[in-house]
């Protein structure tokens, strides 16, 4: 990701900057409360008598901190976003470009649904942790380290208290973490499954209608919408639980604060106003830590999101280019020697085909849905490669072309149903499961009285030929 970030580190240090100012305000505060209360309104180091002028002075300089605080806060996060915007940027630039030089092999494994919410879903997550990371980090550290400081040089005591709860702290943080950790890849897969399932239904909905299919998808969705929604639930259920159960930690110390203070207060050795602020900088521990833990979920997404975008960035085209430019004289022969093919993971679909086509001629390929037609003429521009046999294109191995060179010189060839389309070709090629069954001009093929006249007969059935 670094490559991603360098560009605009200049943002990002801005953006640190402003953070540290902002949360050095708010650790100033507490201190100014204190001597308010302890001197302004209580008097304590003057007789009981309070003063109006420190409170007035003190309550300027707490206004004015405030200001400059949020104003710090703006500009972190002006900064913060600039930098997670333009990271967001470059990476789904460099997706869809690698995207559009994959193969249909590589199409297919990824999946479109998975690409599509790669390139949006996945890429908005690590937005939101470069943001979340240049602004929170900086902030629930000096939050969480400087609120401890603070009240330890306030009061041993109470900095002791916050210490001995640090550990029931984390622990309660990293068990959540823990859990929810492996659920998060989870997630995402099965929102890719989700969007895959949307984009067929959307993509084929002529099809579903005509077939009455729409139950049947309601079901897939239905089934894939269970599986993301209870994956989601128990990850909600995990971070339900955390929270409650922070607070009640937190809370806990300010009990003992409280307590332990009265003591003191009794004794002589602390004051009202170092309890005070002892509270305040307290429950700027505990929104430091719950910040921190909602930046470990921004973490544990950004990281389950990018590793699914390098997926897509490390891919590298499978069919990679061979050395011929395909200069010279074009003539566009085309010839399938024993040439079978499967898709990944699949059954064969073209099986021994040996096919000469001649330059010049129009070659019609037809045949019932399934048969191989589409496959057959995906070979020649090699968008899939050959599981057996070899593809010629004048003469050469369509493997040792440029691929731009090869697209050039093929022109991609009908494949129809009907045969209206296809009775003035040069050549129409029959085919029915996986193979060649009859080759020949319209007249002859009818001649034949085999598979073309049969499907012309089913077509034309009451015409004449």
Known sequence: MWKYIKPYLGYAVCAALFMVGEVSMDLIQPGLMSRIVDDGVLGVNNGGVGDVQLILTLGLAMVGLVLFGGLCGSLNNVFAHMSAQNVGNEMRKDCFCRIMTFSFPQMDRFGTGSLVTRVTNDIT?????????????????????????FMYRLNHTFGLIVLCASPF???????????????LPRLQAQLDQLNAIMQEDVAGIRIIKACVREGDEKLR???????????????????????????????????????????????????????????TYTTQLL???????????????????????????????????GPRTGEGEVHGKVEFRDVSFAFPGGQPVLQHIHLPLEPGETVAV???????????????????????GTVLVDGIDVRDYQQKALRDKVASIIIAHRLSTI??????????????????????????KGKYY????????GFAT
């Open 423 to 448: 009775r003035d070709a040069d050549e129409i090629v029959v085919m029915d499961h996986g193979r060649i069954v009859e080759c020949g001009s319209h007249d002859a093929l009818l001649a034949q």
């Open 366 to 388: 037809m045949g019932a849905t399934g048969c191989g037609k589409s496959a057959l003429v995906s070979l020649i521009p090699r968008f899939y490669d050959v599981t057996e």
């Open 454 to 461: 049969e499907l012309y007969m089913t077509q034309y059935a």
């Open 169 to 183: 702290i984390a622990g309660c943080m990293i068990f959540c973490l823990y859990k929810a950790g492996p659920l």
């Open 287 to 321: 929104n430091g830590i719950l910040m921190l833990v909602m930046l470990f979920q921004n973490i544990s997404k950004g990281i389950a999101s990018w590793k699914r975008i390098r997926e897509v960035l490390d891919s590298r085209p499978a069919l990679a280019d």
């Open 221 to 279: 969705f239905g089934k894939s919408n269970r599986e993301l929604t209870g994956t989601q639930l128990a990850v909600l259920v995990i971070f339900a639980f955390m929270n409650p159960a922070m607070n009640a930690l937190m809370y806990g110390v300010v009990v003992l604060i409280l307590l332990n203070g009265s003591f003191q207060v009794a004794a002589g050795t602390t004051t009202p106003g170092t309890i005070m602020a002892a509270i």
């Open 125 to 149: 997550q690590v937005q939101n942790f470069v943001a979340q990371f240049v602004r929170g980090m900086i902030r629930t550290t000096m939050l969480t380290l400087g609120s401890i400081f």
